[in-house]
Nanobody
């Protein structure tokens, strides 16, 4: 069964950078839609960024200009480059994939377990 596994989370000071990755170990699957979501304590899931097809990207207003979503060359794994991080970016980050792009994390058939990002001031 295809699973998504996130990596690259950690702790960083405000202004720093992190790079998250998401892959499906053992499978080379090309997804039409891949996205990053996050959930901070006590808050709803927020769609951070989505990439549709090979290159069409959409970002939440809160991260536009600071985060970059991309696929690797083979289009089978997903990355999220996060720069100029802020304490408000602290959350569990989830990777998701499906044949179409939805607004909510639960609309995606394939979802990872999450990786924690903590930004200190």
């Amino acid at each position: 069964q295809v699973q998504l596994v996130e990596s690259g989370g950690g702790s960083v000071q405000a202004g720093g950078s992190l790079r998250l990755s998401c892959a499906s170990p053992g499978y080379r699957v090309t997804w039409y839609c891949m996205a990053w979501f996050r959930q901070a304590p006590g808050k709803e899931h927020e769609r951070v960024a989505v990439i549709e097809g090979p290159e069409r990207t959409t970002y939440a207003d809160s991260v536009r200009g600071r985060f970059t979503i991309s696929k690797d060359g083979a289009k089978t794994s997903l990355n999220l480059q996060m720069n100029s991080l802020k304490p408000d970016d602290t959350a569990m980050y989830y990777c998701a994939a499906d044949t179409s792009c939805g607004d909510g994390l639960r609309t995606y058939t394939y979802r990872g377990q999450g990786t924690q990002v903590t930004v200190s001031s």
